[in-house]
Nanobody, 125 residues
Framework: QVQLVESGGGLVQAGGSLRLSCAAS????????MGWFRQAPGKEREFVAG????????GYADSVKGRFTISRDNAKNTVYLQMNSLKPEDTAVYYC????WGVGVVTRTRAYDYWGQGTQVTVSS
C-alpha cells in the first residue's frame, strides 16, 4: 500500500520561501511519476510540478516556472517542492501524488492513483 505524507506547509509573507516534502512508502518508486498539485478554496485541483522518479525529468505549470523546483531523494524516498518568490495567489492546500508506470511527467489529476493528505500553504500580502 502506497503512503504519501506531506509536510512543510505554513504561513509566509509574499516573496518568501517554503520547502514542501513528500515522504513516500510502501513501494519501490523507480517506476513511478510523482506530482505536486494544489487546490485553493472554490477552485479545482491543479497541477503544479511533476517528476519522473527513474530519470529525474521534471515539468512545471506556467504559473510557477522559474519560482518552484521539484526534486527527489532516492535514498530517503522523498520528493520535495522548493517554492521561492511566493505570491498570495500561491495560497492553497498542496498535495503530493503518485502514479505507477506514468509516461513522463504526468499533469492530469485523474491519472494519479495515490494522494497524500495535503498541507496548507498560506502566503500573506
Amino acid at each position: 500500500q502506497v503512503q504519501l505524507v506531506e509536510s512543510g506547509g505554513g504561513l509566509v509573507q509574499a516573496g518568501g520561501s517554503l520547502r514542501l516534502s513528500c515522504a513516500a512508502s510502501g513501494r519501490t518508486f523507480s517506476y513511478y511519476s510523482m506530482g505536486w498539485f494544489r487546490q485553493a478554496p472554490g477552485k479545482e485541483r491543479e497541477f503544479v510540478a511533476g517528476i519522473v522518479w527513474s530519470d529525474g525529468r521534471t515539468g512545471y505549470a506556467d504559473s510557477v516556472k522559474g519560482r518552484f523546483t521539484i526534486s527527489r531523494d532516492n535514498a530517503k524516498n522523498t520528493v520535495y517542492l522548493q517554492m521561492n518568490s511566493l505570491k498570495p495567489e500561491d495560497t492553497a492546500v498542496y498535495y503530493c501524488a503518485a502514479v505507477q508506470w506514468g509516461v513522463g511527467v504526468v499533469t492530469r489529476t485523474r491519472a494519479y492513483d495515490y494522494w497524500g493528505q495535503g498541507t496548507q500553504v498560506t502566503v500573506s500580502s
